[in-house]
């Protein structure tokens, strides 16, 4: 069973910056894509960010930029570092397997809030 913890989440100003870390035990991640997902209060949840490998990444059009996604295939790590924050960044982050057919129960999240 997969199990992720998602670590690194806190309180900013805006402009800060944070890094999001995930703990990925019951499977090496080498051969998956793996994505970080966000979800606010009151919508739905939404994938931020995507490594297809360790040179493949790809983001949504609101992150692009801001954001780069990592992963330590030998920690089986995924990491999520989140520069010039806004305050429609503030959600709920999530890791998982990006290919829904092969994702594992959701984790807690970690909370990122960005003050204006």
């Known amino acids: 069973q997969v199990q992720l913890v998602e670590s690194g989440g806190g309180l900013v100003q805006a402009g800060g910056s944070l890094r999001l870390s995930c703990a990925v035990s019951?499977?090496?991640?080498?051969?998956?894509?793996m994505g970080w997902f966000r979800q606010a209060p009151g919508k739905e949840r939404e994938s931020v960010a995507v490594s297809w490998s360790s040179s493949i990444t790809s983001y949504s059009d609101s992150v692009k930029g801001r954001f780069s996604i990592s992963r330590d295939n030998a920690k089986n790590m995924v990491y999520l570092q989140m520069n010039s924050l806004k305050p429609e960044d503030t959600a709920v982050y999530y890791c998982?397997?990006?290919?829904?057919?092969?994702?594992?129960?959701w984790g807690k999240g970690t909370q990122v809030t960005v003050s204006s």
């Open positions: 998982n397997l990006d290919n829904v057919r092969l994702r594992a129960p």
């Open positions: 019951g499977r090496p991640i080498s051969s998956y894509a």
